[in-house]
Protein backbone atom coordinates (compact mmCIF):
# COMPACT_ATOMS: atom_id res chain seq x y z
CA UNK A 1 0.00 0.00 0.00
CA UNK A 2 0.90 3.64 -0.94
CA UNK A 3 0.32 6.81 1.34
CA UNK A 4 0.53 9.80 0.60
CA UNK A 5 0.69 12.51 3.63
CA UNK A 6 0.53 16.51 3.37
CA UNK A 7 1.92 19.28 6.02
CA UNK A 8 2.33 22.41 6.85
CA UNK A 9 -1.10 24.08 5.86
CA UNK A 10 -2.55 26.89 8.25
CA UNK A 11 -3.77 30.64 8.37
CA UNK A 12 -1.77 33.11 7.16
CA UNK A 13 -2.27 36.84 6.56
CA UNK A 14 -2.33 38.45 3.01
CA UNK A 15 1.20 38.77 1.29
CA UNK A 16 2.63 36.07 3.42
CA UNK A 17 4.29 32.76 3.07
CA UNK A 18 3.66 29.02 4.02
CA UNK A 19 5.70 25.79 2.54
CA UNK A 20 3.94 22.69 2.00
CA UNK A 21 5.16 18.67 2.08
CA UNK A 22 3.70 15.87 0.83
CA UNK A 23 6.06 12.63 1.80
CA UNK A 24 4.76 9.64 -0.07
CA UNK A 25 5.37 6.24 1.69
CA UNK A 26 4.88 2.50 1.07
CA UNK A 27 5.52 -0.12 -1.77
CA UNK A 28 6.79 2.44 -4.20
CA UNK A 29 8.77 1.36 -6.69
CA UNK A 30 9.08 4.58 -9.07
CA UNK A 31 7.60 7.67 -8.53
CA UNK A 32 6.87 9.83 -11.93
CA UNK A 33 5.11 13.28 -11.65
CA UNK A 34 4.18 14.69 -8.57
CA UNK A 35 1.97 17.52 -7.89
CA UNK A 36 -0.55 20.00 -6.36
CA UNK A 37 -3.74 20.75 -6.28
CA UNK A 38 -6.91 22.49 -4.71
CA UNK A 39 -10.49 23.04 -4.37
CA UNK A 40 -12.58 25.18 -2.54
CA UNK A 41 -16.22 23.57 -1.64
CA UNK A 42 -18.55 24.29 -4.45
CA UNK A 43 -16.26 24.41 -7.15
CA UNK A 44 -13.94 21.56 -8.97
CA UNK A 45 -10.39 20.60 -7.64
CA UNK A 46 -7.71 22.63 -10.26
CA UNK A 47 -4.21 21.81 -10.47
CA UNK A 48 -1.79 23.95 -8.53
CA UNK A 49 1.83 22.81 -10.07
CA UNK A 50 2.94 19.55 -11.36
CA UNK A 51 6.64 18.49 -11.49
CA UNK A 52 8.13 15.41 -13.22
CA UNK A 53 10.87 12.88 -11.62
CA UNK A 54 13.14 15.26 -13.93
CA UNK A 55 12.45 18.73 -12.19
CA UNK A 56 10.37 20.14 -15.26
CA UNK A 57 7.42 21.86 -13.78
CA UNK A 58 4.11 22.97 -14.29
CA UNK A 59 1.67 26.28 -13.19
CA UNK A 60 -1.47 27.69 -13.28
CA UNK A 61 -1.28 30.65 -14.24
CA UNK A 62 -2.65 32.25 -10.71
CA UNK A 63 -0.21 31.27 -8.97
CA UNK A 64 3.23 32.04 -11.32
CA UNK A 65 5.57 33.99 -9.94
CA UNK A 66 4.24 33.36 -6.33
CA UNK A 67 4.42 29.57 -6.11
CA UNK A 68 7.31 27.29 -6.21
CA UNK A 69 7.34 23.47 -6.75
CA UNK A 70 10.13 21.15 -6.26
CA UNK A 71 10.79 17.73 -4.80
CA UNK A 72 13.22 15.13 -2.85
CA UNK A 73 13.11 11.74 -5.37
CA UNK A 74 15.65 10.18 -2.78
CA UNK A 75 12.71 10.56 -0.20
CA UNK A 76 9.71 11.02 -2.19
CA UNK A 77 8.82 13.82 -1.23
CA UNK A 78 7.27 17.04 -2.90
CA UNK A 79 7.12 20.81 -1.62
CA UNK A 80 4.97 23.57 -2.59
CA UNK A 81 6.89 27.30 -1.29
CA UNK A 82 4.02 29.52 -1.77
CA UNK A 83 4.67 33.41 -1.27
CA UNK A 84 2.46 36.51 -1.81
CA UNK A 85 -0.25 34.85 -0.43
CA UNK A 86 -4.03 36.23 -1.73
CA UNK A 87 -7.08 35.47 0.08
CA UNK A 88 -7.88 33.46 -2.80
CA UNK A 89 -5.46 30.79 -2.75
CA UNK A 90 -7.54 29.44 0.57
CA UNK A 91 -8.47 26.14 -0.14
CA UNK A 92 -8.06 22.51 0.36
CA UNK A 93 -4.27 21.82 -0.66
CA UNK A 94 -3.98 18.34 -2.29
CA UNK A 95 -0.82 16.42 -3.06
CA UNK A 96 -0.80 14.10 -5.96
CA UNK A 97 1.67 11.08 -7.46
CA UNK A 98 1.62 8.96 -10.41
CA UNK A 99 3.61 6.12 -9.22
CA UNK A 100 4.40 2.18 -9.95
CA UNK A 101 4.07 0.03 -7.02
CA UNK A 102 6.86 -2.35 -6.30
CA UNK A 103 4.52 -4.85 -5.00
CA UNK A 104 2.09 -5.26 -8.49
CA UNK A 105 4.52 -2.90 -10.93
CA UNK A 106 1.02 -1.60 -11.28
CA UNK A 107 0.95 2.81 -12.16
CA UNK A 108 -1.46 4.04 -10.32
CA UNK A 109 -2.44 7.86 -9.23
CA UNK A 110 -2.46 8.83 -5.49
CA UNK A 111 -4.07 11.44 -3.45
CA UNK A 112 -3.29 12.53 -0.09
CA UNK A 113 -5.87 13.76 2.31
CA UNK A 114 -5.64 17.34 1.58
CA UNK A 115 -4.50 20.51 3.79
CA UNK A 116 -6.04 23.18 4.45
CA UNK A 117 -4.47 26.61 3.61
CA UNK A 118 -7.08 29.62 4.81
CA UNK A 119 -5.58 33.34 3.78
CA UNK A 120 -7.01 35.92 5.72
CA UNK A 121 -6.33 39.42 7.60
Known amino acids: QVQLVESGGGLVQPGGSLRLSCAASGSILRTNAMGWYRQVPGKQRELVAT???????NYADSVKGRFTISRDNAKNMVYLQMNSLESEDTAVYYCNADLVQSSTWSRIVYWGQGTQVTVSS
Open 51 to 57: ITSGGST
